[in-house]
């Protein structure tokens, strides 16, 4: 029989020989042979259950060592500026080894989260276990899992919140994170699935309560299959673009070009100029980002792009369409600094009419990137220091401008709804604090009717060139919802006439008769419910609510698709390079518009779903409470307030309407009492308790008070609960009727 080696010895053997450490060459090295195979087998998983060994596949290494090559995840800087990094695969029932990043000059830039390979060595004494000296990059992006951490006796499992998803991954004792039992976790996963077991991962960030204000947009993100991890190739793609060079394009880097965006804004895609000209004339310069120089057709930036559509954007973060690198860097058109453009020229007469345009492909250099409440500051006679110098030579020739557009806006007619955008604000943790409605300014109208006139004339351009392009289309409403929208306009005392082609005037004259009246919040609605929605069409069927022909966005490539296309459209029509429409673009057009259009439903209904969940988070702490409201939606299972200040919207239950039966009529959006008449219809004021609160579902459960300033009946109406009453007689004719039936079969018997 050969002797069974040590641990110590077997311990040694695989720090000599770390690349031989598999079961058959620790076999081969002590001579063991036939049976007693099977004793070193038990040796090495006991030793594997002690700690003092860890397998990965079929080979072994001391549990308290790193291998000499190691793949490693890259921390962020220490206080001092030293970057450390940490084990991907490490027994995770001991803290991992402290590792100092060894580098060289030649070694690229790395950021915390950067995986790479690494070749160790050991520094006895020193506060590091290791120096890595690195082989190369080999990634940045490990898969994430969020889901409902579950514990058990040691460590536990992530159950993802994925729909249809059934792939657990286990948890060991030392990668938790802290987590507790419930809780919604971000987890990463350390390594890949093996033949059995399931794969492992590591909790990174412990997002709490899964009703919580964090978890909330990532609820929506997961269960709405909003893709928010780039791949790998995708980013490396995006980190190895290089910013455009001026050959073959024009110098716009005189123009005095600015940016006007929100105050948070992450990307800035849109930059503009005035030249007023004594005639009361303008030529109006629109330039936009040069996205089609990065996401060229058929790349890996190209088709993550287009499979997500659009970017998305939540109250707490944004899940960008394209990396990081590009959205809020080399795209982005930052202040200061060359950038890539595809700008219009257009010359506007003095009634705000359009005579002309000409596209450009160039380099611009933003003068300033200001926000909408510093431009109307200036322009109201409040500069700041910023805006002080560019008042009067580039602020109010934008706003003159504007006021030329605003003419022909008035010609045109476009539809003209007072629907207010909710803010909701959020302090560091993620709670919400308070929901304001968004001021509209008229910075806000400027910006928006320089952008839709710079569309116009791209969709223009394309048509005249016979260009495959997509159009934004907005066809007008079916005649059933115009015929609510009559009936509820002349419930209202209002007219919507009969008999005549529908045109946007018509609908913004009544609303102008409902404006400053008591139904002006209801006509609005009423109307807004009445339109089909927009979406993307390779063929050009006009766009009804903006009363224009011919329309296709060309104004946010760095956050929808459909621009992409258009910039390619205009560089193959100008012959500006090889980075236009490809064959397959034109090939696929048409599928191409029904993805994004699906895309950007999507990314609706998960914005709307997180803010339900939000304003939900935010009123559960006002259970209770009362608030006014108005009726904004009929359904036949209950009624739906929108409550005053908030905008959320608060559903009675139709069991809890009154002491009668409510009938429901879709045509005319109402409901009517059985026995009193009682019309309960869109618009009507109302006075409610709040009932319910589910932060997780976004639901919120009201109590009618009052309607119309009328208390309205609680309870059950009368009877209902008791038992029913029979006649007797029917009840004696039955009885005889059984007992018949049964002396019939005992005879037959």
Not at 93 to 112: E, Q, T, W, Y
Not at 296 to 324: C, I, Q, W
Not at 458 to 466: G, P, V
Not at 596 to 602: N, P
């Amino acid at each position: 029989m050969t002797q069974i080696p040590s641990k110590t010895d077997i311990l040694a053997f695989i720090a000599d020989n770390p690349t031989q450490s598999a079961k058959r060459d620790i076999a081969r090295a002590f001579g063991i042979k036939g049976s007693d195979r099977v004793l070193l087998k038990q040796l090495l998983r006991e030793m594997e259950a002690e700690g003092q060994l860890a397998k990965r596949r079929s080979s072994y290494r001391d549990a308290q060592k790193l291998p000499p090559v190691s793949v490693l995840q890259v921390d962020e800087p220490d206080a001092d500026g030293d970057i450390h990094a940490r084990p991907v695969d490490w027994n995770d029932a001991m803290p991992p080894p402290r590792i100092l990043m060894n580098l060289r000059s030649s070694d690229p830039a790395l950021g915390a989260g950067d995986r790479i390979l690494a070749r160790l060595t050991e520094t006895p004494g020193e506060p590091h276990a290791y120096e890595a000296r690195m082989i190369r990059r080999i990634g940045t992006n490990p898969e994430r899992i969020l889901g409902i951490y579950r514990a058990a006796s040691e460590g536990g499992r992530v159950m993802p919140i994925d729909k249809g998803s059934d792939k657990e991954f286990v948890i060991a004792a030392g990668a938790t994170g802290g987590a507790k039992d419930g809780e919604l976790v971000e987890a990463e996963q350390t390594g890949p699935k093996g033949r059995m077991g399931l794969p492992k991962a590591r909790i990174v960030s412990r997002l709490g309560d899964p009703s919580g204000p964090r978890a909330v947009s990532l609820i929506a993100i997961h269960q709405h299959g909003i893709p928010d991890h780039f791949p790998d190739p995708v980013v490396a793609e995006a980190d190895a673009a290089k910013p455009a060079s001026i050959k073959g394009r024009k110098d716009l880097r005189q123009i005095d070009l600015l940016t006007i965006d929100p105050v948070d804004a992450r990307d800035r895609d849109d930059a503009c100029y005035v030249d007023a000209h004594d005639d009361g004339s303008f030529t109006i310069w629109v330039a936009i980002a040069d996205v089609a120089h990065y996401v060229t057709p058929g790349s890996e930036l190209d088709r993550e792009a287009r499979k997500r559509g659009n970017s998305t954007y939540f109250p707490d973060r944004v899940v960008p369409m394209l990396p990081d690198t590009l959205s809020g860097d080399l795209c982005s058109l930052h202040e200061n600094v060359d950038r890539a453009c595809i700008a219009v020229e257009m010359q506007v007469d003095a009634t705000g009419h359009k005579t002309g345009h000409t596209f450009h492909r160039g380099i611009m250099n933003s003068i300033a990137s200001l926000n909408y409440e510093q431009a109307q500051a200036a322009m109201d006679g409040n500069p700041d220091a910023q805006t002080a110098p560019l008042t009067e030579t580039i602020i109010k020739p934008l706003f003159a401008a504007y006021t030329a557009l605003a003419k022909a806006r008035f010609l045109r007619q476009p539809l003209d709804l007072d629907l207010p955008e909710r803010r909701i604000e959020l302090d560091e943790d993620g709670k919400v604090t308070a929901v304001n409605f968004k001021e509209r300014l008229e910075a806000h109208r400027l910006i928006e009717e320089f952008m839709v006139l710079a569309n116009v004339c791209a969709a223009e351009t394309l048509i005249a060139k016979k260009t495959p392009l997509l159009f934004r289309v907005h066809e007008e409403p079916s005649p059933a919802k115009l015929d609510a929208l009559r009936e509820v306009a002349e419930a209202s005392g209002l007219v919507l006439a009969k008999g005549q082609v529908l045109k946007t005037s018509h609908l913004n004259r009544l609303l102008a008769q409902a404006q400053g009246t008591d139904a002006d919040e209801l006509i609005n609605i009423a109307t807004l419910r009445s339109m089909t929605q927009a979406y993307y069409n390779a063929e050009n069927f006009g766009h009804f609510g903006l009363a224009l022909l011919n329309y296709a966005h060309f104004t946010s490539p760095i956050r929808r698709y459909s621009d992409l296309i258009v910039h390619r459209a205009l560089i193959s029509a100008h012959g500006w390079g090889k980075d236009g429409l490809s064959p397959w673009d034109i090939e696929h057009l048409d599928e191409t518009a029904k993805q994004i259009s699906d895309t950007e439903r999507r990314s609706m209904t998960a914005e709307r779903d997180t803010t339900d969940r939000y304003l939900a988070a935010f009123l559960s702490e006002h259970v209770g409470a009362e608030f006014g409201g108005r009726i904004s939606g009929i359904a036949r299972f209950g009624v739906f307030v929108k409550l005053d200040g908030t905008g959320a919207d608060g559903m009675i239950p139709i069991r809890n309407l009154g002491r009668e039966y409510f009938h429901y009529d879709a045509d005319t959006q109402t409901l009517k009492g059985s026995e009193t008449g009682h019309v309960i219809g869109l618009g009507q004021r109302a006075r409610v308790r709040l009932v319910e609160a589910s932060p997780v579902t976004g639901g919120l459960i009201v109590e009618l008070l009052e309607l119309d300033g009328r208390t309205q009946p609680k309870g059950p109406p009368t009877g209902r609960g008791k038992p029913p009453r029979f006649k007797q007689g029917s009840a004696k004719k039955k009885n005889a009727k059984t007992a018949s039936k049964v002396s019939r079969v005992r005879k037959a018997r």
